[in-house]
């Protein structure tokens, strides 16, 4: 029987995070990986003075603590103004998680902000053979403790490395206002937040909410590490590696500032800010109204000037998005998920346009008692089918059309208990390839992670995920914008660019690769929102 990775644990407490708590759960249940080792934190602050001691002896620091709790405080009520749920920081108990797993309580030697450990303490976790040792406490780790276990330590940085590096994490992406919040899995070196990056993800900014972005991403990266764990397994040892090494092959530069909790006086200033950018938002949007409509362009070639594109405005009481087209006898026939405002759910609407661009007012084709968007429409074997998108009723749904253009009925479902978003379908190589935006874990977003699976036959509930699942992690290129199609001999597939905000443009992605075991594709043209100031 193949061996489980054997992990160890870097903490400071037996509590912790709930995103750290289900990770920790997500490994404990595996087949691929046992935790067989918990290094605690043996260093506690000095408490033996007095409460008057220490109030005369650390006054400045008392009323510095004070001003930056009345600042957040101060943010969060006046513009956060939500709880997030599920809280990714909300306390757990790791205890049960940990029954009969060894513990060792070391004693750091620390420098202003390093932990180097004493050389018996290193030889300790190396007589456990520990493969893969998971950073979760600590402080900034040196020395001979990074090669301690077979595969490294590996830690996360909540912040993209290449521009991000210190911390807190997620906080100056949101109160400055950058359009992506970036998070990575490393092996730790001694260079700072510059170890070997063994997955990189990127989500869309809650611009000025800390709190919110902080949440959703940490919910996301909890991912992470169950998942490396699982290549490990799966690939062994030196095919995992290889990887790591060709991933990491090229010298890395970092030239902005070194990012560290903001003073007071800094945060005054981006609290500030932000509730004047609030009052500003507030403003826009009280005399401003936003909506999603249609565009199209019935050039026989390749159009790509959006300036020229028509505009299908929808009524003020609703919206038309995702819009699907067949072509047929001479008329487009143009699926959308149409979402009127006063009964906050989505079905799924037809448009039937000639080919002069003249075009019938939409009308129903699907409803459910649930919410449809994405209408995905392909042909296949002279039948008609749809892929709706059903997130809400945690399935993906295939219908056949019994009747054309409007008559659909409901054939089987591919996935079940599944929040999947957007799924797109393409065949080649005599398989059927499905995408999908999947959220693994509550609280995470739909827009940042594209899965892949594959099937031999179309009707069929047994998807086999690609091993190289999720394959996109970027906020950028993740979420699917279209039918993926051959042009030239290529294959692109059309994704959204859902940073600054959703729906904030859109790519061209040519697949390069795509089998069993790789994948790989390339952004090679991108849409942003500025051939017109109406459009954001």
Not at 27 to 42: D, F, K, P
Not at 199 to 205: L, V
Request: aromatic letters at 14%.
């Amino acid at each position: 029987m193949k061996k489980k990775i054997r992990v160890g644990l870097l903490v400071d407490d037996l509590k912790a995070s709930a995103w750290v708590h289900r990770m920790l759960e997500r490994i404990t249940e595996s087949h691929y990986a046992s935790i067989e080792l918990v290094v605690m934190n043996g260093f506690k602050p000095r408490t033996n003075n007095s409460i008057v001691t220490k109030i005369k002896n650390n006054w400045g620091g008392i009323t510095s603590t004070l001003i930056w709790k009345l600042l957040v405080l101060a943010q969060n009520k006046l513009i956060d103004r939500a709880e997030c749920k599920p809280d990714a920081f909300e306390p757990k108990d790791l205890k049960h998680l940990l029954t009969g797993v060894p513990t060792m309580e070391v004693m750091p030697i620390r420098t202003k902000f390093s932990d180097h450990f004493r050389a018996e303490d290193v030889e300790n976790i190396k007589r456990h053979e520990i493969d893969v040792l998971l950073r979760l406490g600590f402080r900034i780790l040196r020395g001979e403790v990074l090669n301690s276990s077979k595969y490294g330590v590996w830690s996360y940085h909540h912040g993209d490395n290449a521009v991000n590096r210190g911390g807190p994490g997620g906080f100056w992406e949101a109160m400055e206002s950058w359009p992506e919040t970036g998070s990575i899995l490393q092996i730790l070196g001694e260079d700072l937040d510059n170890g070997k990056v063994l997955c990189r993800s990127y989500a869309c900014t809650y611009d000025l909410s800390v709190s919110f972005n902080r949440n959703g991403y940490f919910w996301k990266s909890l991912s992470f590490v169950p998942r490396k764990l699982k290549e490990l397994y799966d690939t062994g040892g030196e095919a995992f590696l290889a990887r790591v090494e060709s991933e990491n092959a090229h010298p890395v530069f970092y030239s902005n500032r070194l990012y560290t909790h903001p003073t007071n006086s800094e945060y005054a200033q981006l609290v500030l800010r932000a509730v004047l950018k609030k009052i500003r938002n507030y403003y826009f949007s009280t005399f401003h109204f936003d909506q999603w409509f249609l565009m199209f362009d019935l050039s026989r070639d390749f159009s790509g000037s959006l300036w020229r594109f028509k505009k299908i405005l929808p009524p003020k009481d609703r919206f038309w998005a995702d819009p699907h087209v067949l072509c047929r006898d001479g008329k487009y026939f143009i699926y959308i998920e149409e979402f009127p405002y006063t009964r906050q759910k989505g079905h799924i609407s037809l448009i039937v346009m000639n080919e002069k661009g003249e075009y019938s007012p939409p009308f129903p084709v699907l409803e459910k008692p649930y919410h449809l968007s994405y209408p995905f429409v392909f042909e296949w074997e002279d039948e008609v089918y749809m892929i709706p998108e059903a997130s809400e009723n945690r399935t993906v749904d295939l219908y056949k059309c019994v009747k054309f253009p409007d008559t659909w009925e409901f054939q089987m479902n591919l996935m079940e208990d599944v929040v999947a978003i957007d799924t797109t379908l393409f065949r080649s190589g005599g398989k059927w390839w499905l995408f999908t935006n999947i959220v693994e874990n509550k609280g995470a977003s739909s827009w940042d992670e594209l899965f892949l699976f594959h099937s031999d036959t179309l009707y069929s509930a047994d998807w086999i995920p690609h091993p190289l699942n999720p394959i996109v992690s970027d906020v950028k290129s993740a979420r699917s914008a279209g039918k993926i199609f051959r042009k030239d001999g290529k294959i692109y597939r059309p994704s959204q660019n859902c940073s600054w905000h959703y729906g904030f443009g859109f790519n061209l992605c040519e697949i390069t690769t795509l089998n069993e075991k790789e994948y790989r594709e390339e952004v090679v043209a991108s849409v942003k929102p500025n051939w017109d100031k109406n459009v954001i």
